[in-house]
């Protein structure tokens, strides 16, 4: 039996993270400021200096700061593992190897930008950071990252998630953030909605408003966004050059497919930009890589390429991507991290370029999926990656097929220790699918915002 | 800054378990059948050959079968860590390390076990086996290990649990194994209990009746234990080995102390006894091995050491161990996996030769010292495992005012991602101590079976 897993020494894991802007064949469009609509920078009021010159910068290489990588190594490097499990009872001649992000505190990927962020945050002398949550996974990843550096942290909380998902609330509160339902009487905005309708479950959107109000209206507060962002993404590199790293030197092999779900597309850039690189280059011309989204929320295989505000307000800079319209609500699948209208531009530009690709699957189909993982390598694995899960297995019996030997690398980004209850409605027959809401995307592409560029 | 973590390669893994059966200086009393009184094995009815040989082998080492060690290396060898963040937080002169089995698929270190078990019952033919759970790590870990050798799986697990606490039920359901409340209409313990009162909300002993009636009625049935018994802490070593291996070779230095848990003892034992063995020979006769237990169900700090049933109904074989007496029912403590009456045999017996010690601490301090540990190093600990970070702590601020350097070993058993609850409890002002129930146990103790011996 080959081996099983493959680790890296602490002294030979990344010092500095791969910022992919250096190697683009065609740079980044810019951003817009919402109202002028004139390229911008993260408005300083809410993004300290540091993450701003990351977010633009054009440099290779990206120092990872001494302080971030002795936090890294409270649970990095993260192991590579060989599928031969789950290999066996798909009986495919492919070899699936996975890189498993749950092992860290939080539980998925999102520690990796989190730790960051708030180093340079503390380090900018900011004292307080406030940010939005959905389901939790974003509030616990910053409330750890926040108690690493002493920073206080305050979470919004969509109200129907705080309410019925308590779990990842005790989570942040463990690690000594203060999180409140959103709407809250803590901020104008979250008065005036309370003020309208007491009953309000709250959206990612009102939610965003009232971190966003908060870290404007105190001079000690930043605010901190955990997707779609360049620096975002450069700071999750760290995995994917672990694991490229792992790859050729460990296992002695190189990926023929790279597969990551993506929302924002923080987890799968991360992994997948050292090895983008390859490509570019002219190294790698077969690599494909392979982006994952829910039928139900079809960013890049159904949305179109077009300027689109990052959050529901329209306050939020203008960016160049593929966007299901900012108004739009997507149905309540139980990935909850890849309900996202827009994706990270970075993706979207590499997408257009032809360097990546992208396919969408339907909620079941995921979950039969992930319960083929937890049966074959143990790991009850997180509703968003078993959407890659499903593309991983589709692959590798399309290798049963065809006899080819395909080396297979997804981008596993975390557990699902608590989302229980999905797998629970899905084992019990209760779990559906939803339709391609195709009449509320046309409604919601209709408001994108008028750009002449 | 030293290194923050150690793990071996795969090829540097155990490849025996190691047996302190041979080396104790004076053997084991031993099991006496529950009606005769007279010396017996485990009932074979229940237990395969292939285990019930390990629980009365004097060998020194015994094989780990190569198929048990390719699904050990699905999540072993895990890391031991260095406490440098824990250590900085308590301003201690102390070292800690920990090994840390929450990475296991199941959370904590019970897989260790259930995969030997599940392949000893494999080997001999066995297709399907019936064992209690109470909160459900048992019966989670099992379902793990049935899983990965294709078994049929009956859990019987405690009504109250099964209908507060669905998400280690969701688990075994997702491994594919059958949970039922107990007790059940499953059988006719579980169908006479009902007929008395249907709403029974069951007990560990009542589940312990029904799985073993399960296991004694079907011929394709055995019964599984996931603690005391000699061939379950056996089987634990495995984690013990990697960690003595780890800090000699790695580390390269000895604790001064061990600490751990213990409910029935599996976990600590499986760390501690590889050691304990230098400690038997001379070698490191000022090794302090520190159990922990809670002072609610003071087994090794308030029990005597007498001849006891292992079950609450008198029908499994007596054991001699310290003992709250058979018919004690502890107050329900959030560990509920240091819930039991008795003692392993193994562990009692080492404490009567003065080679272990044992201390109790309340419930408070254990969440006190649990969020320590999460806000220091990042990690949210089982209830049970934060017993062990209570004295871990205590020793460490010993340590402090003494000025000494002590390397302390702490044994964490895994991760408290289904105890967010106790956390919110105890976050929120709403966590009690439990007295010492003295009069219950006086109780108890005068109903300890007469044996002659």
């Given at each position: 039996?080959?081996?099983?897993?493959?680790?890296?020494?602490?002294?030979?894991?990344?010092?500095?993270?791969?910022?992919?802007?250096?190697?683009?064949?065609?740079?980044?469009?810019?951003?817009?400021?919402?109202?002028?609509?004139?390229?911008?920078?993260?408005?300083?009021?809410?993004?300290?200096?540091?993450?701003?010159?990351?977010?633009?910068?054009?440099?290779?290489?990206?120092?990872?700061?001494?302080?971030?990588?002795?936090?890294?190594?409270?649970?990095?490097?993260?192991?590579?593992?060989?599928?031969?499990?789950?290999?066996?009872?798909?009986?495919?001649?492919?070899?699936?190897?996975?890189?498993?992000?749950?092992?860290?505190?939080?539980?998925?990927?999102?520690?990796?930008?989190?730790?960051?962020?708030?180093?340079?945050?503390?380090?900018?002398?900011?004292?307080?950071?406030?940010?939005?949550?959905?389901?939790?996974?974003?509030g616990?990843?910053?409330s750890?990252?926040c108690?690493?550096?002493?920073?206080?942290l305050k979470v919004?909380?969509?109200?129907?998630?705080?309410?019925?998902?308590?779990?990842?609330?005790?989570?942040m509160e463990?690690w000594g953030a203060t999180c409140?339902?959103?709407?809250?009487?803590?901020?104008?905005?979250?008065?005036?909605?309370?003020?309208?309708?007491?009953?309000?479950?709250?959206?990612?959107?009102?939610?965003?408003?009232?971190?966003?109000?908060?870290?404007?209206?105190?001079?000690?507060?930043?605010?901190?966004?955990?997707?779609?962002?360049?620096?975002?993404?450069?700071?999750?590199?760290?995995?994917?050059?672990?694991?490229?790293?792992?790859?050729?030197?460990?296992?002695?092999?190189?990926?023929?497919?790279?597969?990551?779900?993506?929302?924002?597309?923080?987890?799968?850039?991360?992994?997948?930009?050292?090895?983008?690189?390859?490509?570019?280059?002219?190294?790698?011309?077969?690599?494909?890589?392979?982006?994952?989204?829910?039928?139900?929320?079809?960013?890049?295989?159904?949305?179109?390429?077009?300027?689109?505000?990052?959050?529901?307000?329209?306050?939020?800079?203008?960016?160049?991507?593929?966007?299901?319209?900012?108004?739009?609500?997507?149905?309540?699948?139980?990935?909850?991290?890849?309900?996202?209208?827009?994706?990270?531009?970075?993706?979207?530009?590499?997408?257009?370029?032809?360097?990546?690709?992208?396919?969408?699957?339907?909620?079941?189909?995921?979950?039969?999926?992930?319960?083929?993982?937890?049966?074959?390598?143990?790991?009850?694995?997180?509703?968003?990656?078993?959407?890659?899960?499903?593309?991983?297995?589709?692959?590798?019996?399309?290798?049963?097929?065809?006899?080819?030997?395909?080396?297979?690398?997804?981008?596993?980004?975390?557990?699902?220790?608590?989302?229980?209850?999905?797998?629970?409605?899905?084992?019990?027959?209760?779990?559906?699918?939803?339709?391609?809401?195709?009449?509320?995307?046309?409604?919601?592409?209709?408001?994108?915002?008028?750009?002449?560029?």
């Amino acid at each position: 039996m080959d081996r099983a897993k493959f680790i890296l020494d602490e002294e030979d894991m990344p010092t500095a993270w791969y910022n992919i802007q250096a190697d683009l064949p065609e740079p980044l469009p810019p951003l817009l400021h919402p109202a002028t609509k004139e390229p911008t920078i993260l408005p300083p009021p809410l993004f300290v200096e540091a993450l701003n010159e990351q977010e633009f910068s054009t440099e290779r290489w990206i120092d990872v700061p001494e302080e971030v990588q002795e936090i890294y190594r409270t649970w990095r490097p993260t192991i590579l593992h060989r599928a031969h499990r789950l290999e066996k009872a798909l009986d495919t001649p492919a070899k699936i190897f996975y890189k498993y992000e749950g092992t860290s505190q939080g539980g998925s990927h999102k520690p990796n930008t989190a730790v960051a962020q708030a180093y340079y945050n503390k380090q900018a002398g900011v004292k307080r950071i406030a940010t939005e949550t959905g389901a939790g996974q974003w509030g616990s990843a910053l409330s750890m990252g926040c108690m690493f550096f002493g920073l206080e942290l305050k979470v919004y909380m969509v109200r129907i998630s705080y309410n019925q998902k308590p779990y990842r609330r005790i989570l942040m509160e463990t690690w000594g953030a203060t999180c409140v339902a959103s709407p809250s009487e803590d901020t104008n905005i979250g008065r005036t909605i309370l003020g309208q309708d007491p009953d309000s479950p709250g959206s990612l959107g009102m939610a965003i408003s009232e971190a966003v109000e908060d870290a404007a209206t105190h001079d000690d507060t930043r605010y901190s966004l955990g997707s779609v962002l360049n620096h975002v993404l450069l700071h999750n590199t760290v995995n994917g050059l672990e694991t490229k790293k792992l790859m050729e030197e460990q296992a002695d092999t190189y990926p023929d497919i790279i597969v990551g779900c993506v929302g924002g597309g923080s987890n799968f850039a991360g992994m997948f930009l050292p090895f983008v690189k390859d490509k570019i280059d002219g190294t790698r011309p077969d690599l494909r890589i392979i982006c994952v989204e829910p039928t139900s929320c079809p960013t890049l295989t159904k949305g179109p390429l077009a300027w689109d505000f990052g959050d529901v307000a329209g306050m939020a800079p203008i960016a160049f991507m593929n966007t299901l319209g900012h108004g739009f609500i997507p149905p309540p699948v139980h990935a909850g991290g890849l309900r996202y209208h827009g994706m990270a531009p970075i993706i979207c530009h590499l997408r257009k370029l032809g360097l990546i690709e992208a396919t969408a699957v339907p909620q079941m189909a995921t979950f039969e999926a992930g319960v083929t993982f937890a049966r074959s390598e143990g790991i009850l694995s997180a509703p968003e990656t078993n959407h890659a899960i499903r593309v991983t297995i589709d692959e590798a019996l399309k290798c049963k097929q065809t006899g080819e030997s395909k080396t297979i690398l997804l981008a596993h980004s975390g557990h699902g220790h608590f989302d229980l209850a999905a797998y629970d409605a899905y084992l019990s027959g209760k779990l559906e699918d939803y339709d391609y809401p195709e009449e509320k995307v046309k409604e919601a592409l209709a408001s994108l915002p008028q750009v002449d560029r």
